[in-house]
């Protein structure tokens, strides 16, 4: 089991920055690949980003794409999610993943075997 906790959530107006992070601890951290996720009120949970063990292949929705960006740090046990020029419809409660499973499933939650209590992100208008 990785022990997940997020932090760096917060408000911001729109256009702005967050960088949001995620410690782990527990097993071997290189050995998972990582995601984040969100949801908002109302909402499923949805995919936004995931990274592969090494750091060497991300993947992002369609929704951030060119706006956020993933990295880990495997000496640090750590991943992070660098969110710019942000919108209200990324206000959500942001969550980070570990799976060990198959890369390809990178977009279904039900892969991931660990989640942290996740982090408030609110973007006004």
């Known amino acids: 089991q990785v022990q997940l906790v997020e932090s760096g959530g917060g408000l911001v107006q729109a256009g702005g920055s967050l960088r949001l992070s995620c410690a782990a601890s527990?097993?071997?951290?290189?050995?998972?690949?990582m995601g984040w996720f969100r949801q908002a009120p109302g909402k499923e949970r949805e995919f936004v980003a995931a990274?592969?063990?090494?750091?060497?292949?991300?993947r992002y929705a369609d929704s951030v794409k060119g706006r956020f960006t993933i990295s880990r740090d495997n000496a640090k046990n750590a991943v992070y999610l660098q969110m710019n020029s942000l919108k209200p419809e990324d206000s959500a409660v942001y969550y980070c993943?570990?799976?060990?499973?198959?890369?390809?499933?990178?977009?279904?939650?039900?892969?991931?075997?660990?989640w942290g209590q996740g982090t408030q992100v609110t973007v006004s208008s």
């Open positions: 993943a570990a799976a060990s499973g198959f890369f390809s499933s990178r977009e279904n939650p039900g892969v991931y075997e660990d």
């Open positions: 990274i592969s063990w090494s750091g060497g292949t991300t």
């Open positions: 527990g097993r071997t951290f290189s050995n998972y690949f």
